[in-house]
C-alpha cells in the first residue's frame, strides 16, 4: 500500500503510532509531503528514522527550505568544513519554530546534522505516484501557485510549491492527474470542522494537514491518507 502524511512538525511520537496504527511493512511506501520539522521536538529523529528505511519518501516543504538557509547561522562546521552558507537570518526560522528543530540536530549529534542537512538538501519539491489501479497523485507541498494549463512542473519556482496559497476547490491537471494531495495549509483553516479531517475540495485537491502540532483550540491531529483505499487514519 502506498500512504501520505504530512507536516510532521517534529511529532515523532504521532509517527511512529501512526505507522504502527496503519500496520506499516516493508512492502508498503509512504510519503511525506513536507514539514517534518520545526515546532515539535524531535524532528531529527524523524529525519534519522526515514534515512534509514528505503520506503520511505520526503517532499520539500517550506520548513525544510528555511531550515537548509539558515542552518549554517547555528552551526559553523556547515560553512566551514561543507561550504553551506546562510541565506536566511536565523530570526526569521526561529520565529516559524527552527529553535525546537535546532535542539533536536544538537541530540542527535554533529555528525547526525550533516547528515541530516545532505539528506533534505535531496528533497524534491513534488513527486508523481501512481497506485496500481493506474490512479495518478502529484504530491506537492503547499499547491501550484500561478498555475497554468501548460505549465510544466519543473517550471514552477520552488516558492509556488512550498509556500504561497491557492484554491483548494480549483482543478489542477485533471487529464494528468487523478488527485493533487497538498499539505501546508491546516485543513482547520478550510473547514472548522473538529476535530480536523482531511479536507476534499471541490475540484481535485486534497489536503491532508490536519494540524498534527496543533492541539488545543484547533484540535489538530496527525493524518495519513492511503492511496490504494482513500482509508483515512488519524492520530
Ligand atoms: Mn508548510
Excluded at 503510532?17 to 529523529?45: H, S, W, Y
Excluded at 529525519?47 to 549554517?72: F, Q, S
Excluded at 501557485?145 to 520552488?158: I, M, Q, V, W
Amino acid at each position: 500500500m502506498k500512504y501520505t502524511m504530512s507536516d510532521l512538525h517534529g511529532r515523532y511520537d504521532k509517527y511512529t503510532i501512526m505507522l504502527n496504527k496503519i500496520n506499516f511493512t516493508e512492502d508498503d511506501e509512504l510519503f511525506l509531503l513536507g514539514d517534518v520539522c520545526d515546532r515539535g521536538p524531535e524532528a531529527a529523529q524523524i529525519y534519522l528514522d526515514v534515512m534509514n528505511r528505503d520506503n520511505i519518501y520526503c517532499i520539500m516543504g517550506n520548513h525544510e527550505k528555511m531550515l537548509l538557509e539558515a542552518l549554517p547561522h547555528s552551526f559553523g562546521f556547515l560553512q566551514k568544513d561543507y561550504g553551506y552558507y546562510a541565506t536566511l537570518d536565523f530570526e526569521i526560522w526561529s520565529a516559524c519554530g527552527g529553535g525546537s528543530t535546532c535542539g533536536s540536530l544538537i541530540k542527535a549529534g554533529t555528525d547526525k546534522i550533516i547528515d541530516i542537512y545532505n539528506y533534505i538538501l535531496s528533497f524534491p519539491f513534488y513527486r508523481v505516484v501512481e497506485v496500481e489501479d493506474g490512479r495518478k497523485f502529484l504530491l506537492v507541498h503547499a499547491g501550484l501557485d500561478n498555475y497554468e494549463r501548460t505549465k510544466r512542473l519543473g517550471d514552477y519556482l520552488p516558492e509556488e510549491l512550498v509556500w504561497y496559497g491557492f484554491d483548494h476547490n480549483g482543478t489542477y491537471y485533471p487529464l494528468l492527474y487523478d488527485r493533487i494531495i497538498v499539505g501546508h495549509t491546516p485543513t482547520f483553516l478550510l473547514n472548522p470542522q473538529k476535530p480536523a479531517s482531511i479536507f476534499y475540495g471541490k475540484g481535485n485537491v486534497i489536503d491532508i494537514d490536519c494540524g498534527a502540532v496543533f492541539e488545543g483550540e484547533s484540535d489538530g491531529r496527525l493524518a495519513c491518507l492511503c492511496l490504494d483505499t482513500m482509508e483515512e487514519f488519524y492520530v
